[in-house]
């Protein structure tokens, strides 16, 4: 078996399958919600290892949730939904 490029992008960051009642905005908002875990993933890393201050690394997070939370409602997810 070959060894994985480390530059590939499947490597880094691995996407999962949606398994979900199918629809494309649940789709599409997977494919947000798999983006916010790896970005949130990383700060959390960056932070761990000093790269990055708490206070910076809660604004990055507060950030990206934000972002989450616009796309959820831009794609008009309801609660009775999930």
Same mark, same amino acid.
């Given at each position: 078996? #070959? #060894?994985? @490029?480390?530059?590939? %992008? /499947?490597? &880094? =960051?691995?996407?999962?399958?949606?398994?979900?009642?199918?629809?494309? $905005?649940? *789709?599409?908002? %997977? #494919?947000? *919600?798999? +983006?916010?875990? *790896?970005?949130?993933?990383?700060?959390? %890393? &960056? +932070?761990?290892?000093? $790269?990055?201050?708490?206070? +910076?690394?809660?604004?990055?997070? /507060? /950030? *990206?949730?934000?972002? &989450?939370? +616009? =796309?959820? @409602?831009?794609?008009?997810?309801?609660?009775?939904?999930?």
């Amino acid at each position: 078996m #070959a #060894a994985q @490029d480390p530059h590939d %992008n /499947k490597f &880094l =960051s691995p996407r999962s399958r949606y398994y979900g009642h199918f629809s494309p $905005k649940n *789709l599409a908002f %997977n #494919a947000n *919600l798999q +983006e916010f875990a *790896l970005r949130v993933n990383t700060v959390c %890393n &960056l +932070e761990t290892g000093g $790269k990055i201050g708490p206070n +910076e690394a809660y604004q990055e997070i /507060k /950030k *990206l949730w934000n972002q &989450l939370a +616009e =796309s959820h @409602d831009a794609l008009g997810i309801e609660e009775d939904e999930e």
